[in-house]
């Protein structure tokens, strides 16, 4: 079957730098997305992989390793509006994304 | 218009009924989606369609139906609401003959079935 795996919840101080792990056993794979959807609000798209290293984009970066179904998500300089959930996807061999559950992250000042 | 609406915002519904949900998106976008979203769980495709007059079922499209008469309208119905039907409803659209096909997202339909 088709899975996304990350961590229910996460916690970090305002200021940190926090690290986002997503594993993924998927039929085919055309990429992976990561999403920020803030409580109440639709997802917003944050980053797309599909080659294997990092991407860098502002205080968030992205990395992949398709050898080993991972990748991460690095939020740096945490700020009191990055509290929200953050939801991998990754791109099957059908062009359809399957969803992880997401991480909701809690920043503390 | 600006990218994606979604109508209604919220509904409270009684079991039994039919319900259309609608989306309209202004980006030209050849793909759009209808996602469920339900606490605990991932975003789960109930429908989707690649291009105008092109429909696909998803993973969960039992008790849901849809339409694609045009590029920019792409509406659900429930022909015959239950309360497992009650979530969060997001309307999709992409661009699917890009190189990264990100999906915009609607503010969403909250849905209660009673």
């Known amino acids: 079957g088709q899975n996304i795996d990350q961590p229910t919840e996460m916690t970090a101080t305002e200021g940190a730098i926090v690290q986002i792990n997503c594993t993924y056993q998927t039929s085919g794979f055309n990429g992976l997305f990561w999403y920020q959807q803030h409580a109440g609000e639709a997802p917003t798209f944050l980053s797309y992989?599909?080659l294997d290293g990092l991407e860098e984009k502002g205080r968030f970066s992205s990395f992949l390793s398709r050898s080993k179904g991972y990748s991460y998500l690095l939020l740096k300089e945490l700020q009191m509006k990055d509290s929200a959930s953050y939801l991998c996807a990754v791109e099957d061999s059908n062009y359809q994304l399957i969803w992880g559950a997401g991480t909701k992250l809690i920043i503390k000042p | 218009i600006a990218g994606i609406t979604q109508a209604p915002t919220s509904q409270i519904l009684a079991a039994g009924r039919r319900m259309t949900l609608r989306c309209t998106q202004d980006?030209?976008?050849?793909?759009m989606y209808w996602y469920r979203q339900d606490l605990g769980l991932g975003l789960r495709l109930i429908h989707y369609s690649n291009t105008a007059g092109t429909t696909g079922k998803g993973e969960v499209p039992d008790g849901y139906s849809v339409s694609r008469a045009n590029t920019d309208d792409f509406p659900l119905t429930l022909a015959s609401a239950v309360p497992s039907q009650t979530s969060v409803y997001f309307c999709?659209?992409?661009?699917?003959?890009?190189?990264?096909?990100?999906?915009?997202f609607g503010p969403g339909t909250r849905l209660t079935v009673l």
């Open positions: 999709a659209s992409s661009d699917s003959t890009g190189g990264a096909r990100e999906q915009f």
């Open positions: 992989n599909v």
């Open positions: 980006m030209r976008h050849n793909a």
